[in-house]
């Protein structure tokens, strides 16, 4: 008998699927239509381990709603846009054009190898100007709806590679990869208005029944709806200070105010050389709400006195501190020591008043001594009026005087800010915009998009090219004709991928999409991909795509109707005597192969370029073929877990293929049925196809791993013969190559891959027999397997012939008998 080969079968039936097209979407089709999408790509030149669980995932429901009957969209595509491609122009002398489709190319390749079905017909590249020109068309339409403005806003800036930083590409105050001291500066940037869709976004996330709940938190703590209290301090200075809480019922418990470092009250004192100097080291710090968290707490006292608006004889300080940033709430606070963790570390360090006003139980001192800061629910202590209420109800009380008094009111605030969109770097969409001396701000024609990159730009100079370009940036005024200038910042990369499953769905060349055409694939039914991009890309792309349905074009609000965060693949991590990250293949055996030095073995990790913990699939599909890997990736962890990438996991799966081969080849012509055999089978058919549609990939698997057993130990028969033959249906999204050869050399018509998913027989579904439970005294004496519903006086006749049973009554007569049909008989001895 021989062994499937794995090597000539990949690329056989990889090369059938191509030529017949097999896996091209139909917009015409008058099936059911289902949407299965993974995130793409960012094509950084090889795919990983991580990549291949993430897509295996996918192309299994792809493949099993096909065979259920489905007309299934299942692309690809490539995130092609960002800094990286400049880093590597930067560091190896290469465009970064050619840099992005050479991996493109390189990647692509390693996808198909693995067999996945995808609809290649509909590959894009967010790079490509056939896609983000029509991004620069939709840019313009949320312009004309008010969506879009430019503003200056504070943003990190790295002076040596002279672009603008995310808050998570500054690392203890440097940039990530020059290591320069990063500057915050004021530029005029560009801004999308999200936060016209705070609400929307947030009841929308109610919506989401098939989204994990842990994401669905996120995305509302990210939006961060705030109900509270503005109100005003009036100043020793004479002026007013209005701050923003969400904890009014605390206001006795005040001992200061701070401000942020570009609030107008600090910007007046700037000229004192103290004041200058703190401000500047506010700036140097982080603005991230995590370094915002961790960092140490800071304040500059102003001399200014607030006077509290409850109790004119209650005077509090005025700091600037850098905690309090100027672009959330009113860019001012009054500080609880007692109440927020925050205050309370502040108030320590400058000896400030720290006073209880909510009591958890019955301390009401208003010496406040415990070691942090007490943040609970409780009752009013110390604050007059509001003494002996809840929480709740104080908040209440505080926001009813503040109206009623004009000093106040209660208002709503969100944690969400606009997004910012404009980052100083060549490798993005350039923003369709003309700078005019006469006309101001002027968007680009339609007609003359898309605006191109230039191709001739150099990196040797840091900073953005397209600002120095001696002819890109120059052109005419659309509106006078004057000398006028491109805008140079490109659009953040998020946007690329904010509606690229739109694109997916719809490809005409004179539109970004077909609206009619979009809308009969969306939402996507299932979306999978990593927990990582449960924020940042899942809030975009819901906004986007609220935001093209508020200018008319499409009208779907929420882009993702399922949503799967698989489990990362890790590996060890491993270092040499210098500290340096190795692979792992250049270890083995506790050494680097290259020089025999010893290797520190690290902690086991998520998959990850920078720790070289990666596994590369290739040599892997050369050693044991695409099914192989695409058994292991989904059959020993469940999918939302983890899975440690093993060398005999993958042997294991391997072993499984064969058998299922052996299986195939070894099979007989035979008469007569297996009841049990038969059973089983539709069992499992029912069982798996539940699993797939759960995502529950590890189920099914051990659910076809009983099945195959079964069919190995059952003795020729009609019924085993017809056991194979559903078994290779039953792999085929799993393992489509075998699938495919197999169901060749069993002589079946066609493609298993255009197959319909095997029927059920209800009657096989249902048990004939039941196992009982003997009990005497309420202790197990035995176990009978009888016919299902078998009467009372048949079940009590059988459990007292059990020999376990006659041992311990020793001949005597039984005190009672409770017998419970199809479950058990309990024996009173």
């Given at each position: 008998?021989?062994?499937?080969?794995?090597?000539?079968?990949?690329?056989?039936?990889?090369?059938?699927?191509?030529?017949?097209?097999?896996?091209?979407?139909?917009?015409?089709?008058?099936?059911?239509?289902?949407?299965?999408?993974?995130?793409?790509?960012?094509?950084?030149?090889?795919?990983?381990?991580?990549?291949?669980?993430?897509?295996?995932?996918?192309?299994?429901?792809?493949?099993?709603?096909?065979?259920?009957?489905?007309?299934?969209?299942?692309?690809?595509?490539?995130?092609?846009?960002?800094?990286?491609?400049?880093?590597?122009?930067?560091?190896?002398?290469?465009?970064?054009?050619?840099?992005?489709?050479?991996?493109?190319?390189?990647?692509?390749?390693?996808?198909?190898?693995?067999?996945?079905?995808?609809?290649?017909?509909?590959?894009l590249?967010?790079?490509?100007?056939?896609?983000?020109?029509?991004?620069?068309?939709?840019?313009?339409?949320?312009?004309?709806?008010?969506?879009?403005?430019?503003?200056?806003?504070?943003?990190?800036?790295?002076?040596?590679?002279?672009t603008?930083?995310?808050?998570?590409?500054?690392?203890?105050?440097?940039?990530?990869?020059?290591?320069?001291?990063?500057?915050?500066?004021?530029?005029?940037?560009?801004?999308?208005?999200?936060?016209?869709?705070?609400?929307?976004?947030?009841?929308?996330?109610?919506?989401?029944?098939?989204?994990?709940?842990?994401?669905?938190?996120?995305?509302?703590?990210?939006?961060?709806?705030?109900?509270?209290?503005?109100?005003?301090?009036?100043?020793?200075?004479?002026?007013?200070?209005?701050?923003?809480?969400?904890r009014?019922?605390?206001?006795?418990?005040?001992?200061?105010?701070?401000?942020?470092?570009?609030?107008?009250?600090?910007?007046?004192?700037?000229?004192?050389?103290?004041?200058?100097?703190?401000?500047?080291?506010?700036?140097?710090?982080?603005?991230?709400?995590?370094?915002?968290?961790?960092?140490?707490?800071?304040?500059y006292?102003?001399?200014?006195?607030?006077?509290?608006?409850?109790?004119?004889?209650?005077?509090l300080?005025?700091?600037?501190?850098?905690?309090?940033?100027?672009?959330?709430?009113?860019?001012?606070?009054?500080?609880?020591?007692?109440?927020?963790?925050?205050?309370?570390?502040?108030?320590?360090?400058?000896?400030?008043?720290i006073?209880?006003?909510?009591?958890?139980?019955?301390?009401?001192?208003?010496?406040?001594?415990?070691?942090?800061?007490?943040?609970?629910p409780?009752?009013?202590?110390?604050?007059?009026?509001l003494?002996?209420?809840?929480?709740?109800?104080?908040?209440?009380?505080?926001?009813?005087?503040?109206?009623?008094?004009?000093?106040?009111?209660?208002?709503?605030?969100?944690?969400?800010r606009?997004?910012?969109?404009?980052?100083?770097?060549?490798?993005?969409?350039?923003?369709?915009?003309?700078?005019?001396?006469?006309?101001?701000?002027?968007?680009?024609?339609?007609?003359?998009?898309?605006?191109?990159?230039?191709?001739?730009?150099?990196?040797?100079?840091?900073?953005?090219?397209?600002?120095?370009?001696?002819?890109?940036?120059?052109?005419?005024?659309?509106?006078?004709?004057?000398?006028?200038?491109?805008?140079?910042?490109?659009?953040?990369?998020?946007?690329?991928?904010?509606?690229?499953?739109?694109?997916?769905?719809?490809?005409?060349?004179?539109?970004?999409?077909?609206?009619?055409?979009?809308?009969?694939?969306?939402?996507?039914?299932?979306?999978?991909?990593?927990?990582?991009?449960?924020?940042?890309?899942?809030?975009?792309?819901?906004?986007?795509?609220?935001?093209?349905?508020?200018?008319?074009?499409?009208?779907?609000?929420?882009?993702?109707?399922?949503?799967?965060?698989?489990?990362?693949?890790?590996?060890?991590?491993?270092?040499?005597?210098?500290?340096?990250w190795?692979?792992?293949?250049?270890?083995?055996?506790?050494k680097?192969?290259?020089?025999?030095?010893?290797?520190?073995?690290?902690?086991?990790?998520?998959m990850?370029?920078?720790?070289?913990?990666t596994?590369?699939?290739?040599?892997?599909?050369?050693?044991?073929?695409?099914?192989?890997?695409?058994?292991?990736?989904?059959?020993?962890?469940?999918?939302?877990?983890?899975?440690?990438?093993?060398?005999?996991?993958?042997?294991g799966?391997?072993?499984?293929?064969?058998?299922?081969?052996?299986?195939?080849?070894?099979?007989?012509?035979?008469?007569?049925?297996?009841?049990?055999?038969?059973?089983?089978?539709?069992?499992?058919?029912?069982?798996?196809?539940?699993d797939?549609?759960?995502?529950?990939?590890?189920?099914?698997?051990?659910?076809?791993?009983?099945?195959?057993?079964?069919?190995?130990?059952?003795?020729?028969?009609?019924?085993?013969?017809?056991?194979?033959?559903?078994?290779?249906?039953?792999?085929?999204?799993?393992?489509?190559?075998?699938?495919e050869?197999?169901?060749?050399?069993?002589?079946?018509?066609?493609?298993?891959?255009?197959?319909?998913?095997?029927?059920?027989d209800?009657?096989?579904?249902?048990?004939?027999?039941?196992?009982?439970?003997?009990?005497?005294?309420?202790?197990?004496?035995?176990?009978?397997?009888?016919?299902?519903?078998?009467?009372?006086?048949?079940?009590?006749?059988?459990?007292?012939?059990?020999?376990?049973?006659?041992?311990?009554?020793?001949?005597?007569?039984?005190?009672?008998?409770?017998?419970?049909?199809?479950?058990?008989?309990?024996?009173?001895?």
């Open positions: 008998m021989s062994r499937f080969n794995a090597s000539v079968a990949d690329a056989k039936w990889q090369a059938a699927w191509d030529e017949r097209g097999t896996f091209a979407a139909e917009d015409s089709s008058a099936k059911p239509k289902s949407y299965v999408l993974e995130m793409f790509p960012y094509p950084s030149g090889k795919i990983h381990m991580g990549h291949v669980r993430n897509y295996t995932m996918g192309d299994v429901l792809a493949r099993f709603r096909r065979m259920t009957g489905h007309e299934v969209l299942h692309p690809m595509g490539w995130d092609a846009f960002g800094m990286p491609a400049e880093n590597a122009a930067m560091e190896k002398g290469v465009h970064p054009g050619a840099w992005t489709y050479d991996n493109i190319a390189s990647m692509k390749a390693q996808l198909k190898r693995l067999g996945f079905a995808l609809d290649w017909t509909r590959e590249a967010t790079c490509d100007p056939t896609y983000y020109g029509h991004e620069q068309a939709l840019f313009l339409d949320l312009l004309t709806a008010g969506l879009v403005y430019r503003k200056e806003s504070a943003v990190n800036w790295d002076p040596v590679d002279m603008v930083l995310a808050n998570e590409q500054v690392i203890d105050g440097r940039g990530w990869r020059s290591g320069a001291l990063v500057e915050k500066r004021k530029l005029n940037q560009w801004f999308l208005k999200i936060t016209d869709f705070a609400d929307e976004l947030l009841d929308g996330l109610g919506t989401l029944e098939h989204w994990p709940d842990k994401v669905r938190l996120m995305q509302e703590n990210w939006i961060g709806k705030s109900e509270g209290l503005r109100f005003r301090f009036a100043l020793s200075d004479g002026g007013e200070v209005e701050v923003f809480t969400t009014p019922d605390t206001i006795f418990g005040a001992s200061f105010v701070a401000v942020a470092a570009d609030h107008p009250i600090a910007q007046a004192m700037a000229g004192d050389a103290h004041v200058a100097d703190f401000i500047a080291a506010c700036k140097a710090g982080g603005t991230s709400a995590a370094e915002i968290e961790t960092q140490e707490k800071l304040g006292n102003t001399g200014i006195r607030a006077t509290h608006p409850l109790d004119p004889s209650i005077q300080p005025v700091y600037i501190a850098n905690f309090v940033l100027m672009d959330y709430g009113t860019g001012a606070v009054f500080g609880v020591p007692a109440h927020d963790q925050r205050d309370f570390e502040f108030a320590t360090k400058y000896a400030l008043p006073r209880r006003v909510v009591a958890d139980g019955e301390n009401s001192a208003p010496e406040f001594t415990d070691a942090e800061a007490y943040t609970g409780g009752r009013l202590v110390n604050s007059r009026f003494d002996g209420m809840d929480v709740a109800d104080a908040k209440r009380a505080v926001i009813s005087r503040a109206e009623t008094e004009g000093w106040g009111d209660g208002t709503t605030v969100w944690r969400l606009d997004w910012g969109v404009s980052r100083q770097r060549y490798w993005g969409t350039p923003i369709p915009i003309i700078h005019c001396d006469a006309c101001g701000v002027v968007p680009v024609p339609k007609d003359q998009l898309p605006v191109v990159l230039p191709e001739d730009v150099s990196f040797d100079v840091p900073g953005n090219p397209l600002d120095r370009h001696p002819t890109w940036k120059h052109v005419p005024c659309p509106s006078c004709g004057a000398e006028a200038r491109r805008e140079t910042d490109t659009l953040d990369t998020f946007i690329n991928s904010s509606w690229y499953f739109i694109r997916f769905a719809s490809q005409p060349d004179d539109q970004p999409f077909d609206k009619a055409v979009a809308e009969s694939w969306l939402p996507v039914g299932q979306y999978i991909g990593g927990v990582e991009h449960a924020i940042l890309h899942l809030l975009y792309a819901r906004f986007w795509t609220r935001a093209l349905r508020r200018v008319g074009k499409i009208n779907v609000a929420e882009p993702f109707a399922g949503l799967f965060t698989q489990g990362m693949v890790t590996h060890e991590t491993y270092k040499d005597p210098a500290g340096t190795l692979a792992p293949e250049q270890v083995a055996d506790g680097v192969i290259a020089t025999g030095e010893p290797v520190t073995v690290g902690r086991v990790e998520k990850s370029k920078s720790k070289k913990n596994v590369d699939p290739s040599p892997i599909v050369d050693r044991y073929g695409a099914d192989a890997v695409r058994w292991f990736m989904l059959s020993d962890s469940p999918p939302e877990r983890d899975l440690p990438w093993s060398e005999a996991g993958i042997e799966a391997w072993r499984f293929v064969q058998r299922v081969w052996r299986l195939v080849e070894g099979v007989e012509a035979a008469e007569g049925a297996d009841v049990e055999l038969d059973r089983k089978l539709h069992r499992t058919i029912a069982g798996v196809a539940e797939v549609e759960a995502l529950a990939f590890n189920k099914a698997v051990a659910k076809l791993y009983e099945l195959t057993s079964a069919i190995e130990k059952a003795k020729p028969s009609a019924s085993r013969a017809q056991a194979v033959a559903t078994l290779v249906r039953l792999v085929a999204p799993m393992i489509p190559h075998m699938a050869e197999a169901w060749s050399v069993l002589g079946q018509d066609g493609l298993v891959a255009d197959a319909a998913w095997p029927d059920v209800p009657a096989l579904l249902v048990d004939d027999s039941v196992t009982i439970a003997v009990q005497v005294n309420g202790k197990l004496r035995d176990t009978l397997t009888v016919p299902k519903g078998s009467a009372k006086d048949a079940l009590q006749a059988a459990a007292l012939a059990s020999a376990g049973v006659q041992r311990i009554l020793e001949g005597a007569a039984p005190k009672k008998v409770i017998v419970v049909p199809d479950r058990l008989v309990n024996i009173v001895a």
